[in-house]
């Protein structure tokens, strides 16, 4: 399937199609006759057409590559990939559950026939589709040369980018390094993974010579040279840990976060809260947020890039005019209970209310209700809060929230693990971590605070300490299930969330929850390769287990 399929997204302008032949009577069929019998219809048939888009006619002015990057973006947002998917219903991990959902793909049951799986892969082939036809066109384009480098950079970090996320959740995958030129083209067999990551690295590294500074754009929904270095921090950490366990990655983890950290581009936002504010209310902040996916308003418009960030995962409410959010996805007691004391983070990430109905009268009215301290299962996220959105009116599923893909606190984190695997702590590494567990206790993240900072400690125990300030400061970001599989303990730790649940869940609650982590087994590693591919590719096997 993926290369026997001939791409009809390279643009994202609609083919004209207006050539018709209209026969006029006798003479004319005579005429075309004779011109076919004495061999003229070549020249007739080879006539090309001026009414429509070939890539060949495509590509050449700036708009044309403007338009063919933001194809190449657009596939980040698609329900099953990073519009809700890749951060929610093919990502569960100890930071939640989904309430009263049994069976199908909000329950963490997955086969290789599963629908929304197989847009999954789709959707990732197609934004690398669009990348190689941008790639394989971008050099003819009639703009200056600075132009076309920074189409080309970001067009090949986006076709890294989603060659990481296939690697990462389905292991060895077809790596196809151009666009499809015809549907005979032959099936391609899943390339190693090293290789794949290989070529991911390549990519990024080209990437990072091509782009510009974040401070260019003054968003960060662009890919800046900061998103690429940052990300690369991420791919590397990656290759250090499971299934690659490639430990000398670890170095070149640390080189790309301190190449953001000594850019100057980047410090913390002084308040935690404020970063996910800002992103329900459509303001940047390129200081933290490195990387963020954009969507905007409410799909009721000519423009429809809304999201389901704050509606999927959000905090729970019934009424539209207030912001929806559905009664889903709840927070564990695990992310809950590993926040400290005074640790402010806890009643942002995790919400400490929720809205309730008042009366029966349409439009729904509601009021705000905190939980008791026994009611931790019943608690939603609290980072995506609707109430913070600016468009008017507000829709039930879509939202315009931002998602943060690669915040700035998360390079800070990468670095001390880095090292520490590397060469063992430092002050440095340890400085970092503290930086973080400052600014969530609402201190000055830039000066000491015996209060909240941690000591010295030896590799193994830093080891740790990094993993919990992770598992506080990212939960609900998309990143956890990936830090569990890197680390090796995905499995185990899922296993240990089924004796919690047995042991500490309301029975109330707990029949989904369970189910739900005791689908994680051995064979959860990696995504079953979907049955679309394999129906279509002989060269393609199935991951072992599904």
Known sequence: MIANTASSTWCNQPVKIARQVRLAGPLLLIVLTVIILFGSCNKFLDTKPVDSITPETYYKTQTDLDRALSAVY???????????????????????????????????????SMLELNRCWES?????????????????????????????????????????VLVDNFGAVPLKLSSTKSPLEPNL???????????IIKDMKEAEGLTKEIDFYGYGGRISKSAVQAMLARI?????????????????????????ITSGKHALNPSFSDIFIKLAKDEYDIKENIWELEFAGNNQGVVREGGYVGSWMGVYCPSVDTGFAYDHVHITAKVYNAYEDGDLRRDWTVAPYRFVRVGTTLPVKVARTNFTAE???????????????????????????NFPMIRYADVLLMYAEAENEATGPSAGGLEFVNKVRRRGFGKPADLADPAVDLPAMAQADFREAVRAERFRELSYEGIRKHDLIRWGIYVTTMQQQV???????PASLSDAAIKQASRVTSRSVLFPIPNTEIAVNPYVAQNPGW
């Open 124 to 164: 990732l082939y197609a934004g690398i589709e669009r990348a190689n036809m941008l790639l394989d066109h971008v050099d003819g384009a009639e703009v200056s040369d600075s132009s076309k480098n920074e189409v080309k950079g970001q067009a090949l970090f986006l076709r890294g980018f989603y060659y990481f």
């Open 74 to 112: 657009d596939r980040l947002g698609d329900r099953r990939t990073y519009g809700c998917g890749l951060w929610g219903f093919l990502n569960f991990s100890d930071e939640f559950y989904v309430k009263s959902q049994p069976t199908g793909y909000m329950s963490n049951t997955l086969d290789a």
């Open 375 to 401: 009611q931790i299962y019943e608690r939603s996220v609290g980072k995506y809060r609707r109430e913070y959105e600016v468009v008017r009116p507000r829709n039930q599923d879509f939202t315009p929230i």
């Open 236 to 260: 590397y950490l990656t290759m250090a840990g499971e299934p690659l366990n490639d430990v000398a990655k670890y170095a070149d983890a640390k080189v790309y976060a301190n190449k953001v």
């Open 189 to 199: 067999p899943r390339t190693p993974i090293a290789e794949v990551y290989a070529q």
């Open 499 to 505: 004796t919690e649940y047995q042991t500490n869940m």
